[in-house]
């Protein structure tokens, strides 16, 4: 997320807007070359959420498949020999979804199962893209008509599907990745028990199933095998932070990606690493009371306290999977260098905070 004052929000609206019209023309556009690739509309409220600036002009954006695609309930989710973070999909043969995406599936373990392949989705995605814009192209040529100053280029990598829109002399690139929504319920791996296999004893790996209510997702990104989908939680990190009820958050947020990148100049910490730090705080203080105005500074305070103690220990526990950190890629000089920028400013200042940080903040508060 950007941060600072209100004027450098998430994204500014020119910005989003432009976006969100070209994403929702080109997502509308190629369900017609290939109805199985039908995905929910990007709308203001909700989707603005889920697009991320990773560097400037440069974003990543969630696009889910709707479930005219797919059902939740035509699908199983597995998470038994896969990478931690992860699962694969299996779809039901005797579902319709089963026969429109079995080309896309793929063969897998001892048993032969057929797992939908997120490499294979990913590279579908891509063709029919450069299809699309293809099309749009020679059709602009043919009738001799200009796009009104907006030219769209694909962009995509075998990684990640990236469109590189340019508007009026300004180049916005834009990932998308695109995520299946996962209802009902999530296999929890347990405890190794005790079974009678053949008339033997046999110690097998026993699940539990969790009841999901909101916000899991499965997300096609590059991983060691080609039927492997990252688990995310973006919407469950929407519906834990709540930020329409508690806006404080976002201000703390905001404030600490400004003390991380703008007065510490780290920039190695992305916002999934701040977004965790806010996750942890806001479970420790999940009362209305705890967030008020005048709390802001002391979450601020805490919050920062709390990822000094992730880098001096080198583990930043996920919020939902605990035992994955998600410092595992972040190198231990990068650490350490953090750890003794943050050590320093706090010892010329009584708290981590500095002096234009702290003005900041009032600016906001009392104008």
Known sequence: MQVANESQAIVDDSRWNSIKLVVNVLLSALAKYDARFTFQSVDSKVSKSFLTEKDTNHFELLIFLSSLSMRPEEISIHQNEVSQGMATIEISTRTKAGKIWKSLCRQKGKYGKEYLSSAMFRSKLSTLLSKLLADMLFLQHYHDKEMHGIEISNISSEDVESVLIEIQGVALIVDLIMAINCEGFWPFQGTAVKRMKNGKNSLERAFKLKPINCGIELVSKPAAEECQWSICFYKAEEYELNFERFPERLKCLQLL???????????????????????????????????????????????????????????????????????????????????????????????????????????QYLQ
């Open 257 to 363: 990606k400004m003390f991380v990148h703008s007065e510490l100049g780290c920039h190695f910490l992305k916002p999934n690493h701040l977004k965790a730090i806010l996750l942890h705080e806001s479970a420790k203080f999940p009362c209305d009371e705890d967030w008020s105005a005048d709390k802001v500074l002391d979450r601020l305070n805490n919050a920062i306290s709390l990822l000094e103690s992730f880098v001096d220990r080198e583990y930043c526990p996920h919020f939902f999977i605990p035992s994955i950190n998600l410092f595992a890629e972040a190198s231990k000089r990068d650490l350490q260098v953090f750890s003794h920028k943050l050590k320093f400013v706090k010892s010329r200042n009584k708290s981590p905070l500095t002096n234009r940080l702290r003005d900041v903040f009032f600016l």
